[in-house]
């Protein structure tokens, strides 16, 4: 990605911070930008690719976010929790995330890591895929809900850390669980 590109998807971002995913047009990132629409087509071919690059341009600030130490259960919490920080740094462009087709390379790189999390853990290999996107649907849907007021005003003791923590908790048991039932088959 190119400095101008950068640029115009990072307005993109920040408008969207701003008035919500709907506010973002070629037109007013021009005008934040102090360029006509027309001006920014040789960088972004299309409204879509503007999308797809600010998608590109969240998750490559997510997986930044996110280190792989520790074992895999620590892993794969610094990787939920990094999701759900993403979310509340973007609210309004967040919901790109889960709104666009998965088909950027950073979205392949999240994937990949929430797989090679899995393998580590001794997952079988023909049950990677689903728990991946079993995972995945928990921490991008999760974050969204969150975000988006899904959610409301919270649970009884207004505590939505604690809830996703359970949640995760009850996840990394059914990873164990089929960790050891392969081990026993």
Known sequence: MDEKQRQIIDQAIALADERGVEAVSMRAVGQRLGL???????????KGALLDGMVERLLGELLAMAPGVGGWQDRLRTVSEAVRELARRHPGAYPLVVARPGATAEARRLDDLISEILRTAGVPAAQVPRLERLLSTLMLGFANSEVNGRFGAGPAAGDWDSEFAADLDDEIRLIEQIIARSGAA
Do not use: E, H, I, T
């Not at 006509?36 to 960088?43: F, K, R, V």
């Open 36 to 46: 006509s629409p027309m001006a920014l087509y040789p960088y972004l071919p299309s």
